[in-house]
């Protein structure tokens, strides 16, 4: 890898996303040497990925160059790599352009998609986890307008105009409302020969409520604001398959469609290597002490959504979204230090801000903390949080300026096949 030899010891981070980034920063002043390990040479803005997949925002304005985040840090590398394999015992990385030696390992590397091993599902749905699933979702919303006008026969043109979302987590709601804007504002415009009417937008919840883990306020009125828009939300169904034409479910509900996105679970983005004895945890995430330390591993660390923290608050381990990642990166820093030092560490607690959802235009909800608000507030709250913890300036000023004309003009001008997802359509051919 070309690192050189150094008298520090060595901190190597294996994800420059919330966790490893703010982890970084802590350690930029540092005696230590910190090599920073990404199979991407970016960091993903996560929460606003279902903006780039319905032409809100251009996918440069939520990813951040992760060498541009280490400029000015001594001691600091990167390396664009992926990481195939830890050895524990030997202190030792494979990645995918060599191997690397390290004192500690902290292991940042999020979550990925958990298809629950439905393997039709995982092979026909589309994901909505990265940058490039998001342009992926894109270009296949757009294309399959283009399907929709080449025939004259209504069931397969409707089901091209059929779009289900599966999943009523945050994800699947704010992408619904997305798309139920989209249908009102964008497509009669865009496409004046097509009765884009009849285009339809189910959300589809296996559990009984949407926003688990919210409020039952803010639940209900998420739920509200998606059947204003027209979503059709549909709780209690559990989809079990997809072959590319027909979702078929746990009752006697299926629908034809194709585009069908799967925002149903995520689970840890293991590493080869990393297990032993409880080691693993559900949902394959890595188990962890209260200083983030690996179950039965002294000198490797994980946090973020990959750690496995449990505590009274959260027996399973805390939510797998960005604070938790946040704020364990930057305490990890510290405690490496005092390691270090021989000093004790500090255990971690959580401080949850709240969680927030955004349906569409004016319209969002909010926990935060005792203070439950739905609606404009909630909205612009929202839009303030989302912008002060995006990383750079540049994307700031940009996603703020598309906001803007966004809202005035009704417009998602970002609405461009620039890769081509080229599905097979035969299926809705008669
Ligand atoms: C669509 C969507 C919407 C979301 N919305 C919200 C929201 O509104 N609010 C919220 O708080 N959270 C939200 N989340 C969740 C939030 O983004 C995650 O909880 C957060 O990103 C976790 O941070 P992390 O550092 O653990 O991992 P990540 O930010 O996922 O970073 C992991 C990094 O590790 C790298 N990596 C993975 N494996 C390897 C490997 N083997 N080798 C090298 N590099 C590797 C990846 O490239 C990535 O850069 C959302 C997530 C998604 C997918």
Known sequence: M???????PRIVIIGGGFGGVSLAK???????????IDKNNYHTFQPLLYQVSTGGLEPD???????????????????????????????????????????????????????????????HAVAMKSIPQSLNLRSLILENFEQALLTD?????????????VGGGPTGVELAGALAEIKKGILPKDYPDLDTRRAQINLVQG????????????????????????????????????????????????????????????KGAGIKGLDGE??????????VNEFNQVIGHPEIFAIGDI?????????????????????????????????????????????DKGSMATIGRNKAVCDIK?????????????????????????????????WVYNYIRFDREARLIIRPYNRDYSQFKD
């Open 2 to 8: 070309n690192i050189p030899l150094s008298s520090y």
């Open 26 to 36: 802590k350690l930029s002043k540092q005696e230590v040497q910190v090599v920073l």
């Open 61 to 123: 304005s939520i990813a951040y160059p992760l060498r541009k985040v280490l400029i000015g840090y001594d001691n600091f590398y990167f390396r664009l790599a992926e990481v195939e394999h830890i050895d524990a015992a030997s202190k030792k990385l494979n990645t995918s352009i060599g191997d690397i030696t390290y004192d500690y390992l902290v292991v940042a590397t999020g979550s990925e998609t958990n298809f629950f091993g439905n393997a039709e599902i995982e092979k």
């Open 153 to 165: 026969v209504y069931h397969e043109r409707d089901a091209l105009m059929n779009f289900v979302i």
């Open 207 to 266: 559990g009984d409520c949407l926003l688990p883990g919210f409020s039952p306020q803010a639940s209900k009125k998420a739920e509200d604001f998606l059947e204003k828009l027209g979503v059709q939300v549909w709780k209690g169904v559990r989809v079990t398959g997809y072959n590319g034409k027909t979702v078929s479910t746990l009752t006697d509900l299926k629908f034809d469609s194709a585009a069908v996105v799967w925002a149903a679970g995520v």
């Open 278 to 287: 409880g080691v693993i945890a559900g949902g394959n995430r890595v188990n």
């Open 307 to 351: 750690a496995c923290m449990a505590t009274e608050d959260n027996p399973r381990g805390h939510p797998m979204v960005a604070q938790p990642a946040i704020q364990q990166g930057k305490l990890l820093g510290e405690n490496l230090v005092r390691l270090i030092d021989n000093k004790p560490l500090k255990p971690f607690v959580y401080n």
């Open 370 to 402: 005792k203070f439950r608000f739905q609606g404009v507030f909630a909205w612009f709250v929202w839009m303030f949080v989302h912008l002060f913890f995006l990383i750079g300036f540049r994307n700031r000023m940009v996603v703020f300026i598309n």
